[in-house]
DNA sequence: GTCTATATAGCGATAGAC
DNA sequence: GTCTATCGCTATATAGAC
């Protein structure tokens, strides 16, 4: 509104940012992601994006970081709920999946940084990340080997599927896979078209 | 070697290009491949790897086109085998699939398609490869929908640690899935470090 | 804390010769 | 069938003002 009001702390940019830059590497990847539309997203300046954050790889960097501690924060709050409530440790982390599904940037940044192993700074970055969840998995859901692979094997099939903007409507093998993979309640991200 | 012998036909061009372009889109992704470096591995100019494809997105949809059409013939050749041999589908169609693993760029330019879906020219072509797939699956491999969908998910998680470029070595975390996901063999690509 | 202006580099694509 | 030369766009990053 006013002039003066659009001076915020740092810190509290830094956060839009990087939210800006979840939506904008999950849709465009990382090399196609522009720090123009992460400025953009973010309502300031390109060249403010990068004085903030350096280059834009060390964005991409701070945004996967960001990104993973969602998804393992998310996770924990669910092994808590299980834990409370006496549940399932593998369907109670299955359904905090489904709800991460529903802001696609999230689940596609990080497969985005999961593609880029062979990038010399990037890679070991999403390895690291990688296999935190992994151990998460292991030691604090208290997973099997064959259950964290599993449960790793159906989360990459959904981010393909979120990836590939599949719809429900586009044919019968689409709607079976659909089916198959989420049941009854196909997460209502996959019914709206990308804006 | 002598400079006539450069000259070769199109059709054949063609297929060297479409080579090289796998490798590249694999190992860099859509964006962030170039064309020269595509001409760089079929040894010859950047302006005639446009000139034979009109531009990267073509050539982009012909690649993934090249790919797709290995990765049936692959699976197509392992049901006969199968047939054949007596062996479950499902085993066999596996087995298909670690062979692939040994050539990174095949799974990995499919995996970075299947990333496109939000792309108006390429969106289409993955969804229409990812569904040509499943429906080989079900219908000439016999799978019930539970069984593509399982198998759809073990290949993305395998697509996925080619794509963060595992290595056996990095920790015991590392090695613990690796075991897990390919018992006693693991392909040998991954002891390799990237080119 | 934030912007405008701009330097700089890389890449896709075109023109045209051989 | 293939190359060299080059245009023109886009995008990251820097300089420096406010």
Do not use: W
């Not at 939210?19 to 590497?25: I, K």
């Not at 659909?178 to 209502?188: K, Y």
């Amino acid at each position: 509104m006013n002039a003066k009001s659009d001076r915020i702390p740092a810190d509290e940019r830094r956060v839009q940012i990087l939210d800006a830059a979840v939506e904008v590497f999950g849709r465009y990847g990382y090399a196609a992601a522009t720090t123009d539309r992460v400025a953009k997203g973010a309502g300031i300046s390109q060249p403010y994006v990068v004085r903030m954050f350096g280059t834009k790889e060390q964005l991409f960097i701070e945004t996967l970081g960001h990104t993973l501690a969602r998804l393992l924060r998310t996770f924990r709050a669910a092994l808590a709920e299980a834990d409370a409530e006496g549940l399932s440790a593998e369907a109670r982390l299955g359904a905090a999946y489904l709800e991460l599904v529903g802001d696609r940037g999230v689940l596609l940044t990080l497969l985005h940084g999961f593609m880029m192993g062979a990038d010399p700074a990037i890679g070991p970055v999403a390895r690291g990340g990688f296999f935190e969840v992994y151990r998460m998995l292991r030691q604090e859901a208290g997973f099997t080997p064959e259950q964290a692979r599993s449960f790793l094997a159906e989360g990459m099939l959904i981010n393909t599927l979120i990836g590939l903007d599949v719809r429900p409507t586009d044919d019968l093998a689409t709607a079976e896979l659909l089916a198959c993979t989420f049941g009854d309640d196909v997460p209502e991200s996959f019914e709206r078209s990308i804006a």
